[in-house]
């Protein structure tokens, strides 16, 4: 159901089942963020500005004509890559990552913007190539996004970078890439992780994944995270302890209970039922960001929906993975639930540019 409410001078233009879905997780956010924060009024204040402002910004976004994204897409990205380079000189480092652009008002994590703005622009950039997408086309898109990929990899941020390079594979794939050419890279890949895992990966990064494997080798050290999210997942049953009952956040066992490990305490405290029903949020909005991509006016929009629809899977599932133990920890914030404003404002920002590509038609399809 996509409604455009007709006025007399202007129209607005809006998805109910999105912003309904998404309002509702927002709130949900709060009560998890209040539980895990231990009760702190100030940090539910500044997350409740976010999210207010963030669903402003969502229906602001919604509604420009995609021809406005189309555009601009270029000047979106430009603007997202000269944020990442300020990051690098003038950004603020905190445990020995230079990630975030202190703007005074709040700090800007700027990797956050360009995982939005990498997707339109290469959708802006194949939707009218010729099928399939060619080796020229190709070369360029893969050298973008592998640049980007550095960039942010650089500051370190493997988690948020894994998230750029799926969202650009993603527009690739979707705009038409030979079969042959995803099996050669593959088998490239594949080649080349000895190499990778000596000259790319830092030691922590390495360290993390060992952990994945064996994380009671050092239970008190690099594996107590993943240790005490599975403890505190456990021990929700089927019903969960209840609100703010949950011993191993409230105890300070549980690392990063605000942001990274949120969903370990959705489960410790509410338990099977609880997380199937936040799931089940997460579900339909995949499922209807999915079947607004299939009903898009043009290629360009069903490019644009179904990339930014599968960042917002794609970061997900590392969350709910990282937390359950199935991945390394990458620090990955769980969408609309985790504590902190660039993550949250920038989902905020995808799904207004998803609304407007949906909810827009032309009278005559081009």
């Known amino acids: 159901m996509k409604k455009k409410l007709n006025f007399t001078k202007f129209s607005i233009y809006f998805d109910p089942y999105l912003f309904i879905a998404i309002t509702l997780l927002s709130v949900m956010g709060l009560v998890f963020l209040y539980s895990a924060s231990q009760g702190d009024i100030n940090t539910i204040a500044k997350q409740s500005v976010f999210v207010g402002f963030g669903l402003i910004l969502m229906f602001m976004m919604s509604q420009p004509d995609p021809d406005f994204y189309n555009t601009y897409s270029g000047v979106f990205l430009i603007f997202s890559l000269i944020l990442i380079f300020a990051t690098m000189i003038f950004g603020k480092e905190i445990n020995g990552a230079k990630r975030w652009l202190d703007l005074g008002i709040f700090t800007l994590q700027s990797s956050e913007i360009i995982k939005i703005s990498l997707p339109i622009f290469l959708s802006s950039y194949l939707y009218n190539k010729h099928l399939p997408i060619n080796l020229r086309h190709t070369f360029i898109t893969l050298s973008l996004i592998g640049f980007t990929f550095l960039l942010i990899a650089r500051q370190p941020d493997l988690g948020t970078g894994l998230v750029v390079l799926m969202a650009g594979a993603y527009i690739l794939f979707l705009a038409g890439l030979s079969w042959r050419f995803i099996g050669t890279s593959f088998g490239i890949f594949l080649l080349s992780l000895p190499f990778l895992w000596n000259s790319f990966l830092e030691p922590f990064q390495r360290q993390r994944i060992q952990t994945l494997f064996n994380p009671n080798a050092d239970p008190y050290g690099t594996g107590w995270n993943i240790t ?139």
């Open 228 to 366: 005490q999210s599975k403890i505190a997942i456990g021990s929700g049953g089927i019903n969960g302890k209840g609100f703010q009952e949950g011993s191993q956040a409230h105890l300070d066992f549980l690392p990063e209970a605000e942001t990274d490990f949120i969903f370990a305490v959705v489960a410790e405290e509410f338990g099977f039922i609880g997380v199937c029903i936040l799931l089940s949020i997460f579900f339909f909005i995949l499922l209807r960001c999915l079947y607004l991509a299939f009903n898009a006016r043009d290629r360009f929009c069903r490019l644009t929906i179904g990339g930014l629809s599968l960042v917002f899977a794609s970061t997900l599932f590392i969350n709910l993975s990282m937390v359950a133990g199935i991945i390394p920890v990458v620090g990955m914030p769980l969408p609309f639930i985790s504590k902190g404003g660039s993550s949250l404002l920038s989902f905020y920002l995808a799904f207004g540019i998803i609304i407007s590509m949906a909810t827009h038609k032309k009278l005559m399809e081009r």
